[in-house]
T-cell receptor, first 113, second 112 residues
């Protein structure tokens, strides 16, 4: 049962344009959402997060939007840069005594110079 | 400040064997989590250790076990290896309550 879904396995965007990566979830108990970026031969790197009490969080070129009623979140990268080319994982967590994070299957972003 | 280091980077084992993977946490991090990432999938939570105690576990059988040491380094042990155990095993460390894991580069395990 895939509770966090990233339906687009890949995305290509021109340098300087906006990249929008989407993520859907099924478990309404999730209350914290994260995005990780992964380069080949490296572990995932934490990028940005959002709590369920917010609908938007910004960090420089990266903005995450959360629509709880639709169980949907998205990551916007503006402007996109070639160094942003990587696999992006959406992840979510339920409040509990430990940090179990449920990951999506990832979207491979290619930013074309 | 060093990050999370994992060893070995690659490993080939035969079905039925046992394997131990190792992880050194980032300095100051007291929580270690282990994840399995199969090809084309996202990481799946195996278990988490906090101050040397297992405090959370995912849907993995008991033949997956672990340890955390006083210096917060950790081991993942897998007994009776199966072909489906072939995957990238990721270790992640954090400070209690912090979801922003620091991941290692992983150990690629191949079971033949």
């Amino acid at each position: 049962d895939q509770q966090v879904k990233q339906n687009s396995p890949s995305l290509s965007v021109q340098e300087g344009r906006i990249s929008i990566l989407n993520c859907d979830y099924t478990n309404s108990m999730f209350d914290y959402f994260l995005w990780y970026k992964k380069y080949p031969a490296e572990g995932p790197t934490f990028l940005i997060s959002i709590s369920s009490i917010k609908d938007k969080n910004e960090d420089g070129r990266f903005t995450v939007f959360l629509n709880k009623s639709a169980k949907h979140l998205s990551l916007h990268i503006v402007p996109s840069q070639p160094g942003d080319s990587a696999v992006y994982f959406c992840a979510a967590s339920i409040p509990r005594g430990y940090q179990k994070v449920t990951f999506g299957t990832g979207t491979k972003l290619q930013v074309i110079p | 400040e060093t990050g999370v280091t994992q060893s070995p980077t690659h490993l080939i084992k035969t079905r039925g064997q046992q394997v131990t993977l190792r992880c050194s946490s980032q300095s100051g991090h007291n929580t270690v989590s282990w994840y399995q990432q199969a090809l084309g999938q996202g990481p799946q939570f195996i278990f988490q250790y906090y101050r040397e105690e297992e405090n959370g576990r995912g849907n993995f059988p008991p033949r997956f076990s672990g340890l955390q040491f006083p210096n917060y380094s950790s081991e993942l042990n897998v007994n009776a290896l199966e072909l489906d155990d072939s995957a990238l095993y990721l270790c992640a460390s954090s400070i209690d309550g912090d979801y922003g894991y620091t991941f290692g580069s992983g150990t690629r395990l191949t079971v033949v």
